[in-house]
């Protein structure tokens, strides 16, 4: 019997590759798009891809990778700026944009067209952040990307939907992966996302993992359009 097939951005990352590891546990094909590889697995092929590259993206036609009857495609690159928002520069904010939201849009869009033509079903999974929900101080670029993601997120769900291809995003909150590592070596940072915490730790990719599982799941039919929270309670209240 082939193998599902599952396409992953960001593969080499602290998120995607503990994605891409559970789906090769679960015997999926892995396609991971990433600019740097350390995956090394018979069923994971790299695909080498700078997703600031749009042109060559809008043309990523997914023609070279045989979408079965049940394929998923999950977004899970994503970069973050630190830049106080008077100082943020064109260039910075089309680069997060291009990253965070149209290599999503370009990639899902293309997917979608070649589920469609072979009327074939699948489930895209958008990985977004709490920063999607709520305002952080300098990060105006990657809140406002975020933000527009889970719009995508919904619109795609809507398009699609009818014809079985699903689309859900997560958000998590603070994850300690490589775009996060330098806050746990920061007590005066470690003690504002403490704060902010109504957990008694910080996440692990694993965590994402057990959503995107989820929602990968062909039997998740009828969750569509949604956005799974999984951040320790960071957006549920805060303290008075
Ligand atoms: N770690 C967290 O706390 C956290 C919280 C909320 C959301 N997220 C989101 O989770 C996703 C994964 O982040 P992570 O924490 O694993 O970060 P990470 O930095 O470990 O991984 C990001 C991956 O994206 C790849 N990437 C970045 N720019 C690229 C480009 N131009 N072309 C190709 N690949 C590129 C990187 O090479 C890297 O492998 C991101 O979308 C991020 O915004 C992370």
Redesign the pocket.
């Known amino acids: 019997m082939s193998k599902n097939i599952a396409v992953v ?10 994605i891409v590891n559970s789906l090769l546990d679960k015997n999926y094909k892995v396609y991971g ?4 590889n350390d995956i090394h697995h018979d069923s994971f092929e790299f695909i080498e ?5 749009l042109n060559a993206l809008n043309d990523f036609s997914f023609n070279n990778i045989s979408l079965g009857d049940y394929s998923l495609l999950i ?6 700026e630190i830049v106080p928002l008077l100082d943020l520069s064109l260039d910075t904010w089309s ?1 997060v944009f ?3 939201i149209t ?1 999503p849009f370009l990639l899902s869009r293309n997917f979608c067209r070649k589920l469609v033509a072979q009327k074939s079903e699948g489930s895209i999974v958008n ?5 999607g929900m709520l305002a952080e101080p300098e990060r105006t670029a ?1 809140v406002s990307s ?1 933000h527009a993601l889970l719009g995508m997120t919904k619109q795609f769900a809507l398009e699609f939907g009818r014809q079985g291809i699903r689309c859900n995003s997560v ?10 590592e330098h806050y746990f070596h920061d007590p005066d940072i470690m003690e504002k996302i403490n704060r902010g915490l109504y957990a008694p730790r ?2 692990e ?1 694993q965590d ?1 993992v057990a959503v995107v599982n989820l929602l990968a799941d062909k039997n998740s039919q009828f969750i569509n359009g949604a956005n799974f929270v999984v951040d320790g309670g960071w957006t549920c209240g805060k303290d008075l």
């Open positions: 951005t960001g593969s080499n990352g602290g998120i995607g590759q503990a798009l990433d600019r740097e891809a700078d997703l600031k590259n977004n899970a690159a994503g970069i973050r680069d291009s990253v965070n290599a990985i977004a952040s709490v920063s990657y975020k958000s998590p909150a603070i994850t300690r992966t490589g775009m996060t910080t996440g990719p994402i």
